[in-house]
């Protein structure tokens, strides 16, 4: 009985999920809304995705992580829409430094991750774009 339990709270959800989506699209459910990034359901989902591919081919790869220090206290002290535009730009640097076909989310309030793999072709262009920045 436990199983069909279970069963039916999982059916529940996925009708939930799909009511979502159909009302509020689905750039609401795949995009996370304040930074445009990739929102942490959907990056782990193409993360493993792409691990799996990488472990098959033998091909290294890693996780990249950045996380904001400070922005809580310019939240409390400057208030949410100072920070919400901060999460903002600092997501627009960070698509600007990577290339059309490079994952990249939001996986916490203030925190992003990419994974990162030993192709020559993409360090290049980071370097580049870096350079094109500064």
Do not use: W
Not at 58 to 86: C, F, W, Y
Not at 103 to 109: D, E, H, S
């Amino acid at each position: 009985m436990a199983s069909m339990n279970s069963l039916t709270i999982r059916i529940r959800d996925f009708i939930r999920a799909v009511g979502f989506v159909l009302k509020n699209g689905t750039d609401s459910v795949l995009y996370d809304g304040g930074t445009g990034l990739l929102t942490k359901v959907v990056f782990k989902e193409m993360a493993l995705k792409a691990l799996k591919s990488a472990i098959r081919a033998g091909t290294p790869v890693s996780l990249v992580m950045a996380d904001m220090d400070g922005l809580r206290e310019i939240n409390n002290t400057e208030g949410h829409q100072k920070g919400d535009k901060i999460l903002r730009i600092s997501a627009d640097i960070i698509k600007d430094c990577l290339r059309e076909s490079d994952l990249v989310g939001r996986y916490g309030g203030d925190e992003f991750i990419r994974p990162s793999g030993n192709g020559r072709n993409g360090s290049r262009y980071r370097r580049r774009k870096a350079q094109e920045a500064a």
